[in-house]
């Protein structure tokens, strides 16, 4: 399950458990600090510390996809002012 580290540092976090080591790195496209932590002992362990906290990627890339979605509606739906629409006319005709 991924985690994301809440601690802000240039560079990697590393977590030793157990024998176990963690790295949580900066994913580009969420700008989150993120690691894969298999075990639910673990996870519990590191929310319970207050720097860690579940992270939901597919809720993630369903919300950027919702996004871009709308950006898109509301680009198609801006009008040209009625001036620059008169001006573009005249230049069509001009050709």
């Not at 560079?11 to 075990?39: A, C, I, M, P, W």
Request: proline share 2%; net charge negative; hydrophobic share 25%.
């Amino acid at each position: 399950m991924w985690m994301e580290c809440l601690i802000v540092r240039d560079g990697d976090s590393y977590v030793n458990l157990h024998g176990f080591q963690y790295v949580f790195k900066l994913d580009r496209e969420t700008r989150k600090s993120l690691g894969q932590v298999f075990s639910e002992e673990h996870r519990n362990y590191l929310i319970s510390t207050g720097n860690f906290r579940l992270f939901d990627k597919d809720k993630y890339d369903e919300r950027k996809t919702e996004k871009k979605t709308v950006i898109r509606k509301r680009k198609k739906d801006i009008v040209s002012p009625p001036e620059e629409q008169a001006s573009e006319d005249n230049e069509e005709t001009d050709s």
